[in-house]
T-cell receptor, first 116, second 116 residues
Framework: EAGVTQSPTHLIKTRGQQATLRCSPISGHTSVYWYQQALGLGLQFLLWYDEGEERNRGNFPPRFSGRQFPNYSSELNVNALELEDSALYLC???????????????FGQGTRLTVV | AQSVTQLGSHVSVSEGALVLLRCNYSSSVPPYLFWYVQYPNQGLQLLLKYTSAATLVKGINGFEAEFKKSETSFHLTKPSAHMSDAAEYFCAVSGLGSGNTGKLIFGQGTTLQVKP
């Protein structure tokens, strides 16, 4: 069974540009989560989508946005890129509501975004 | 507010020695607790989780952790370190309350070095 897949693996953008990151969840999972892992800042929760709706959002500016498609895949968009947005962006998927519903969240390999 | 503190950003052990990675959490009610491992340039892999069943939790690769409510701790141990255990380890707590629904709150991570 395929795990969580993210694309691209690496992405280099110029400050001010927009970046689009993609995530395909494990088959049967309806929830998708996005985390940012920036150097020195640890893993920070960005967004949670389930059944096409945004369920929760972390403490990030509005230029971080996303959506979930009918097939449960997801996109993370980062507008007006800043140097500080350089980080590893991890996507995870689960059945609804993990971890509070006692189901495991599986993580992808991540997209390394570099803003120059 | 919920938080996770991992004591020691770097831990170094000799191959065959005991591994002890410390994690303390802050939560108003007993949460779900997790340990994840991250190998270089990879995503997160779940080692084990505590979900209010047995307080001693056994995970993959010989790791285990004990939930101690009185100490608000969830330390990770392995009796005998292997070179392949060298990685970064993250302790996480399930988010509780309306603002934290669906998310994991991570500690800052501990890098485990295993010396031959």
């Amino acid at each position: 069974e395929a795990g969580v897949t993210q694309s691209p693996t690496h992405l280099i953008k110029t400050r001010g540009q927009q970046a689009t990151l993609r995530c395909s969840p494990i088959s049967g999972h309806t929830s998708v989560y996005w985390y940012q892992q920036a150097l020195g800042l640890g893993l920070q929760f960005l967004l949670w989508y389930d059944e096409g709706e945004e369920r929760n959002r972390g403490n990030f500016p509005p230029r971080f946005s996303g959506r979930q498609f009918p097939n449960y895949s997801s996109e993370l968009n980062v507008n007006a890129l800043e140097l500080e947005d350089s980080a590893l962006y991890l996507c995870a998927s689960s059945f609804f509501g993990s971890p509070i519903s006692n189901t495991e969240a599986f993580f992808g390999q991540g997209t390394r975004l570099t803003v120059v | 507010a919920q938080s996770v503190t991992q004591l020691g950003s770097h831990v170094s052990v000799s191959e065959g020695a005991l591994v002890l990675l410390r994690c303390n959490y802050s939560s108003s009610v007993p949460p779900y607790l997790f340990w994840y491992v991250q190998y270089p340039n990879q995503g997160l892999q779940l080692l084990l989780k505590y979900t209010s069943a047995a307080t001693l939790v056994k995970g993959i690769n010989g790791f285990e952790a004990e939930f101690k409510k009185s100490e608000t701790s969830f330390h990770l141990t392995k009796p005998s370190a292997h070179m392949s255990d060298a990685a970064e380890y993250f302790c996480a707590v399930s988010g509780l309350g309306s603002g934290n629904t669906g998310k994991l709150i991570f500690g800052q991570g501990t890098t485990l070095q295993v010396k031959p």
